[in-house]
C-alpha cells in the first residue's frame, strides 16, 4: 500500500507550532495598543448602515398591507419563528394574512423571509432595542408588526438595488 506524500511537509518549527504562536501574540500586542473606542449607548444612538437587519416588518402601502399571505416566509423560516393563516378578501387581491405572528424570541434575524418574499411584504427593520418581561410580550401580531412604506424607503432601496 503506497503512502500518499502531502504537497509540502512541515519544517521543525512548523511543527513545534513556536512561530504560530509569535504571530497570534503579535497580533495580540497590536491590538492592545491601539486607540479604545466606546459608545455612550443610551445618549447615543447606533446609526445603522442601510444592510443592517433589525427586527422584521411588514409593509403597509396606502393603509393596506402588502402581504398576500402566500407562507413562505414561514416555509423558509430556520427558527420556525413566523405563523401566517390566510383568508380570503374582495379587493383587488385574493388572499390577506387574517394572522400573521412572529415569535421574536425564536427569530434569529437572519432575513431569509426578507428575501422570499416575492411582494416585498415583509422587510428588515432598522429596530434593535427589543426588551421583554414576558413571553406574550414577544409575539408580535400584525398590530406590532406594520409598518408604514415611508418609513422604510432606504431598506426596500437597498432590496432592489442587491437583488
Same mark, same amino acid.
Given at each position: 500500500m503506497a503512502v500518499k506524500k502531502r504537497k509540502k511537509d512541515l519544517n521543525f518549527f512548523e511543527r513545534i507550532?513556536?512561530?504560530e504562536i509569535l504571530k497570534g501574540m503579535m497580533l495580540t500586542l497590536k491590538h492592545l495598543f491601539k486607540p479604545k473606542f466606546t459608545r455612550q449607548y443610551p445618549e447615543e444612538k447606533y446609526v445603522q448602515p442601510p444592510s443592517y437587519r433589525g427586527r422584521p416588518v411588514l409593509v403597509m402601502d396606502n393603509g393596506k398591507e402588502r402581504c398576500v399571505a *402566500?407562507?413562505? *416566509?414561514?416555509r423558509v423560516c430556520p427558527a420556525l419563528a413566523i405563523q401566517v393563516q390566510a383568508a380570503?378578501?374582495?379587493?383587488?387581491?385574493?388572499?390577506? =394574512?387574517?394572522?400573521?405572528?412572529?415569535?421574536?424570541?425564536?427569530?434569529?434575524f437572519c432575513g431569509?423571509?426578507?428575501e422570499v418574499c416575492p411582494e416585498e411584504a415583509?422587510?428588515?427593520?432598522?429596530?434593535?432595542?427589543?426588551?421583554?418581561? &414576558?413571553?406574550e410580550?414577544?409575539?408580535?401580531?400584525?398590530?406590532?408588526?406594520?409598518? =408604514?412604506?415611508?418609513?422604510? &424607503?432606504?431598506?426596500l432601496e437597498f432590496i432592489r438595488a442587491h437583488r
Open positions: 507550532y513556536i512561530v *402566500c407562507g413562505l *416566509c414561514s380570503e378578501t374582495e379587493d383587488e387581491k385574493e388572499r390577506y =394574512p387574517e394572522l400573521f405572528e412572529i415569535n421574536m424570541l425564536r427569530c434569529i431569509f423571509c426578507e415583509i422587510v428588515m427593520s432598522k429596530d434593535y432595542e427589543l426588551v421583554f418581561t &414576558k413571553y410580550d414577544a409575539i408580535f401580531g400584525k398590530d406590532k408588526l406594520l409598518v =408604514p412604506v415611508e418609513q422604510l &424607503k432606504d431598506r
